[in-house]
């Protein structure tokens, strides 16, 4: 069945460094893949999408890879900062109409000042 | 800007009882979507719904749970009798149109947390 492992369930780091947050997959060939914010008791906010014939993804101080031969995705928060903390959901799907996005079960972000 | 709107935001229920979630997705979106999220576990697909019929329903989503969109707004997202691991936050999520990887991105409502006792 297909698996999604996110590195670690923690991440600390301190203001102003990089964020890399990894998500790893098999048994698994998604056409996309989106990286999801959700702060706590909240619902999940959409941040990027990459698709499979992309390389990297740019948004402000957000960036994402896709790497489908090592079945990876890195995301990496530029800058971070106090607010950046959350949990990081990585999630993956197929082209077809209204199919399932599989969520893996998130990296939670601290930033210290 | 447009949201996607969750009632209750909490429930607390005696198990056996039927439950109704509500949702009203955003408004110019053709899909809709229920996940479900046990505390401290990872979000799960429910049910997807088109056209006013499912389009994929995942194995949790067993006889017990039902769908529907009775009007133009709502969506809801029916238990009939519910168990005590039916406790989790459900979450309603939309998007724009067919789920291409243009379009891929779900719209998530805040979620209504269901309590079974």
């Known amino acids: 069945s297909q698996k999604i492992e996110q590195n670690s369930e923690a991440l600390n780091i301190q203001e102003g460094k990089t964020a890399t947050l990894t998500c790893n997959y098999t048994n698994y060939s998604p056409a996309y893949l989106q990286w999801y914010r959700q702060d706590p008791g909240r619902g999940p906010v959409f941040l990027l999408l990459?698709?499979?014939?992309?390389k990297e993804k740019r948004k402000e101080r957000l960036k994402v890879t896709f790497d489908t031969t090592l079945k990876q995705s890195l995301f990496h928060i530029t800058a971070s900062q106090p607010a950046d903390s959350a949990t990081y959901l990585c999630a993956l799907g197929a082209n077809q109409a209204g199919t399932a996005l599989i969520f893996g079960k998130g990296t939670t972000l601290s930033v210290s000042s | 800007e447009p949201e996607v709107t969750q009632t209750p935001s909490h429930q607390v229920t005696q198990m056996g009882q039927e439950v109704i979630l509500r949702c009203v997705p955003i408004?110019?979106?053709?899909?809709f979507y229920w996940y479900r999220q046990i505390l401290g576990q990872k979000v799960e697909f429910l049910v997807s719904?088109?056209?006013?019929?499912?389009?994929?329903k995942s194995e949790i989503f067993d006889d017990q749970f039902s769908v529907e969109r009775p009007d133009g707004s709502n969506f809801t997202l029916k238990i009939r009798s519910t168990k005590l691991e039916d406790s989790a936050m459900y979450f309603c999520a939309s998007s724009p149109r067919r789920g291409t990887a243009n379009t891929g991105e779900l719209f998530f409502g805040e979620g209504s947390r269901l309590t079974v006792l």
């Open positions: 719904f088109y056209n006013n019929e499912i389009s994929e």
């Open positions: 990459i698709r499979e014939n992309e």
């Open positions: 408004s110019n979106h053709l899909y």
